[in-house]
């Protein structure tokens, strides 16, 4: 018998829940372990998915509290309810001409400590109930704010309607929210077309491998 307490980093495909990765190796697995994940990636997304099993469950909470890296593609002129490719539109603005130093100036204001409003199509709760269940229901509630750091923020490039970035984050940070308020302060509004997550702690894309890959 192998080791059933391991931390795998696993490389989530689009398409798929992080939840749907621990099904997949609960219906693959052998054994009845724990088998848990640190920190959610939209199913739109993809890259690094720490999952723990067995007693390694209890280091999940290290994994959750890690810096985190990102590569993103902002869609700028256009919002959506979800503020990311999956959602519908709900605005569309002109974008204004773009130059680097005027997206970088932006970027360095959005760096360091940031309040983010917390996305209507999120799973935290307001009074018992999640925020993207009363969301689907046009049920409109004051959303929550909170603090995040915005370690770094760097411009790989930018077309007249989207902007490639890399972003490293603290826990909880919505590169969604972060989306629209790019796009807002370059005066117009924004989704996220793309995400990538390449790290989580030490844990990098380069070594991750695919879900079939991974036997418990």
């Given at each position: 018998?192998?080791?059933?307490?391991?931390?795998?980093?696993?490389?989530?495909?689009?398409?798929?829940?992080?939840?749907?990765?621990?099904?997949?190796?609960?219906?693959?697995?052998?054994?009845?372990?724990?088998?848990?994940?640190?920190?959610?990636?939209?199913?739109?997304?993809?890259?690094?998915?720490v999952v723990c099993t067995g007693n390694a469950t209890k280091e999940i909470h290290h994994f959750v509290?890690?810096?985190?890296?990102?590569?993103?593609?902002?869609?700028?002129?256009?919002?959506?309810?979800?503020?990311?490719?999956?959602?519908?539109?709900?605005?569309?603005?002109?974008?204004?001409?773009?130059?680097?130093?005027?997206?970088?100036?932006?970027?360095?204001?959005?760096?360091?400590?940031?309040?983010?409003?917390?996305?209507?199509?999120?799973?935290?709760?307001?009074?018992?109930?999640?925020?993207?269940?009363?969301?689907?229901?046009?049920?409109?509630?004051?959303?929550?704010?909170?603090?995040?750091?915005?370690?770094?923020?760097?411009?790989?490039?930018?077309?007249?309607?989207?902007?490639?970035?890399?972003?490293?984050?603290?826990?909880?940070?919505?590169?969604?929210?972060?989306?629209?308020?790019?796009?807002?302060?370059?005066?117009?509004?924004?989704?996220?077309?793309?995400?990538?997550?390449?790290?989580?702690?030490?844990?990098?894309?380069?070594?991750?491998?695919?879900?079939?890959?991974?036997?418990?």
């Amino acid at each position: 018998m192998g080791d059933l307490n391991q931390i795998f980093n696993i490389r989530k495909p689009v398409g798929w829940t992080s939840y749907d990765v621990i099904r997949y190796l609960k219906r693959m697995s052998a054994h009845k372990i724990k088998i848990g994940h640190a920190g959610t990636l939209d199913p739109f997304a993809e890259g690094v998915l720490v999952v723990c099993t067995g007693n390694a469950t209890k280091e999940i909470h290290h994994f959750v509290n890690a810096e985190k890296e990102y590569k993103a593609i902002i869609r700028l002129g256009i919002e959506t309810d979800s503020l990311d490719i999956s959602g519908k539109i709900v605005k569309t603005v002109t974008v204004p001409g773009l130059n680097q130093e005027k997206i970088l100036s932006v970027l360095h204001a959005m760096s360091g400590e940031i309040v983010q409003e917390v996305p209507a199509f999120s799973a935290l709760k307001h009074r018992g109930r999640k925020l993207y269940e009363l969301a689907r229901q046009n049920v409109e509630v004051s959303l929550p704010k909170r603090k995040v750091f915005i370690h770094r923020l760097r411009l790989n490039g930018f077309e007249k309607d989207r902007l490639y970035l890399e972003i490293t984050c603290s826990k909880g940070t919505y590169i969604r929210s972060l989306a629209r308020d790019i796009g807002e302060a370059l005066g117009t509004t924004g989704f996220l077309q793309t995400l990538i997550r390449t790290r989580v702690g030490d844990h990098k894309l380069e070594n991750a491998r695919q879900v079939a890959e991974i036997t418990v």
